[in-house]
């Protein structure tokens, strides 16, 4: 699978990694690391760093290795973390509350900007000082608020029919955690998060080395 610019679907995927990867090297002011040292850290092989990297037009020179702070920021145009995101989180339960609680997305750019939640008990409540809003009120809070993310943590028996508003109210990408499939135009883009598959893998490799 490619994506619109032909670069397959798995380097994408990889993406993420790397920036984190970098992420760090830079936070340690490292300036620049050879394909060889970064493979060894990443554990993956140098050439899958080259490979990965071409896709983009390469970054990296002969005898020099990557300059981070250059490769950072490129993989962060990519990613499309130039440019700010507001998002709004529904569902202002035990994993919801959770997500606003965790600083480290607003410092990378993504801004909550409001917390909805159908239960009268839960609106007025204040979650890292946002307020959260009756349902009622997500159309205007949407468009006043130029709001692009939403995070849907309500139970999965809600989440097709919150998403369909979403998607009339114009919101373009949906970080899905409730476990079911969103039915959405194609240009609106979903991620379905599911920690229990992460959890299944690790099942799965300690029962590998038992055996
Ligand atoms: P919770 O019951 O604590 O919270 C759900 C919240 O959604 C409640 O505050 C409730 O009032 C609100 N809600 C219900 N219907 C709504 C509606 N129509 N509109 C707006 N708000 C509504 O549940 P939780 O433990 O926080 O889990 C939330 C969801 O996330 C569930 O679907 C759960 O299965 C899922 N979950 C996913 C993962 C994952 O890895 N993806 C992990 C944990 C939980």
């Known amino acids: 699978m490619m994506d619109g610019k032909g670069i397959p679907r798995a380097v994408i995927e990889r993406l993420p990694?790397?920036?984190?990867?970098l992420g760090d090297l830079r936070d340690n002011h490292v300036e620049r690391i050879s394909s060889q040292d970064l493979s060894v850290l990443m554990q993956v092989t140098a050439s899958q760093?080259?490979?990965?990297?071409?896709?983009?037009?390469?970054?990296?020179?002969?005898?020099?290795?990557?300059?981070?702070?250059?490769?950072?920021?490129?993989?962060?145009?990519?990613?499309?973390?130039?440019?700010?995101?507001?998002?709004?989180?529904?569902?202002?339960g035990n994993l919801g509350q959770a997500l606003v609680n965790y600083v480290t997305f607003e410092t990378r750019g993504f801004n909550i900007r409001g917390i909805f939640d159908i239960d009268p008990k839960k609106q007025g409540l204040l979650i890292r000082n946002i307020p959260v809003l009756p349902m009622e009120e997500l159309q205007s809070f949407i468009r006043d608020n130029d709001i692009d993310i939403a995070v849907l943590t309500v139970p999965k028996s809600e989440a097709v029919g919150i998403a369909e508003l979403l998607v009339k109210y114009g919101i373009r990408g949906i970080w899905n955690f409730a476990h079911t499939d969103l039915n959405v135009p194609k240009d609106v883009v979903t991620v379905n998060v599911h920690l229990y598959d992460s959890l299944l893998n690790l099942s799965y490799q300690i029962n590998e080395r038992e055996e």
């Open 49 to 92: 760093i080259r490979q990965d990297l071409n896709h983009f037009g390469g970054f990296g020179q002969q005898g020099y290795g990557y300059n981070v702070n250059f490769l950072y920021t490129e993989i962060s145009k990519i990613l499309g973390l130039d440019k700010k995101h507001r998002l709004i989180l529904i569902g202002a």
């Open 17 to 21: 990694r790397y920036f984190r990867y």
